[in-house]
C-alpha cells in the first residue's frame, strides 16, 4: 500500500479563494481524521470520520471550514474563503478502529494563503 | 477535555547519550498514549505506543514508560545517534480511536556527532 495520500502538497492561493485540500486514506482503513499544524498551536484535530460518517467535528475552527467522506476511498477538506490566518500544514491520517493499528499520517499538504 | 503537556521543548544530547522527554495529560479516561517522530516536510510517524493497562514498553533502544497515577508518561531514547533528530510527539487519546489524538506540543531533539 502507497500509505495515505494526500494531494495537493504545496498550495498557494490569495485570500478570499476557495481551497479544496484530498486525502485518499489506506485501502481497509475505517477511520479518517483530518489535523492542522501550525507552529503557534501545534498539531490539531480537526474533524474525524469513521465509516464515512463525521463523527467529531468540534475541533473545525470556523464555518468557513467543511470536510466531507462520500466513500471509503476519498475525503476533502475545503475552506472557504480562506483567511492568512489558515496558513499551515494540513495533515490526512486513517486507521482501522477495532484492529488496534496506529494512525497512519499523509505527507501533508502546505497551505499558504496571500 | 483532554490536554498534554510536553517538555522539553528542545533537546540536545551527543551522539551516544540517551535523550528523556516527559509528558502529562490531564484526562484519567485516556488510554493510549502514542509517540510519533516528525522530520523536516514529512508527516508524523509513530516509534512506539503503550495501552494504560501497562506500565513499560521497550522497543530495541526506544523505552515508553506510563504511570497513570501520576498522568506522566515519557519516552526514553538510548544511544542515539544522529538520524534520531527530529522532532518528538507525545500524545493521548480516550476511546477505541488510535486516531483521535490530542498531541503535545512537540520536543526538537538534536544529536550531534
Known amino acids: 500500500d502507497a500509505g495515505v495520500i494526500q494531494s495537493p502538497r504545496h498550495e498557494v492561493t490569495e485570500m478570499g479563494q476557495e481551497v479544496t485540500l484530498r486525502c485518499k486514506p489506506i485501502?481497509?482503513?475505517?477511520?479518517l481524521f483530518w489535523y492542522r499544524q501550525t507552529m503557534m498551536r501545534g498539531l490539531e484535530l480537526l474533524i474525524y470520520?469513521?465509516?464515512?460518517?463525521?463523527?467529531?467535528d468540534s475541533g473545525m475552527p470556523e464555518d468557513r471550514f467543511s470536510a466531507k467522506m462520500p466513500n471509503a476511498s476519498f475525503s476533502t477538506l475545503k475552506i472557504q474563503p480562506s483567511e492568512p490566518r489558515d496558513s499551515a500544514v494540513y495533515f490526512c491520517?486513517?486507521?482501522?478502529?477495532?484492529?488496534?493499528?496506529?494512525?497512519?499520517f499523509g505527507q501533508g499538504t502546505r497551505l499558504t494563503v496571500v | 477535555g483532554e490536554n498534554v503537556e510536553q517538555h522539553p521543548s528542545t533537546l540536545s544530547v551527543q551522539e551516544g547519550d540517551s535523550a528523556v522527554i516527559k509528558c502529562t495529560y490531564s484526562?484519567?479516561?485516556?488510554?493510549?498514549f502514542p509517540w510519533y517522530k516528525q522530520e523536516l516536510g514529512k508527516g508524523p510517524q509513530l516509534i512506539i505506543d503503550?495501552?494504560?493497562?501497562?506500565g513499560e514498553k521497550k522497543d530495541q533502544r526506544i523505552a515508553v514508560t506510563l504511570n497513570k497515577t501520576a498522568k506522566h508518561f515519557s519516552l526514553h531514547i538510548t544511544e542515539t545517534q544522529p538520524e534520531d533528530s527530529a522532532v518528538y510527539f507525545c500524545?493521548?487519546?480516550?476511546?477505541?480511536?488510535?486516531?483521535?489524538?490530542?498531541f503535545g506540543k512537540g520536543t526538537k531533539l538534536s544529536v550531534k556527532p
Open positions: 491520517a486513517s486507521s482501522y478502529i477495532g484492529g488496534g493499528t496506529e494512525a497512519f
Open positions: 485501502s481497509g482503513h475505517n477511520s
Open positions: 470520520f469513521n465509516n464515512n460518517v463525521p463523527i467529531d
Open positions: 484526562d484519567s479516561a485516556s488510554n493510549y
Open positions: 503503550i495501552r494504560s493497562n501497562v
Open positions: 500524545a493521548a487519546s480516550t476511546g477505541g480511536s488510535q486516531g483521535n489524538l490530542i
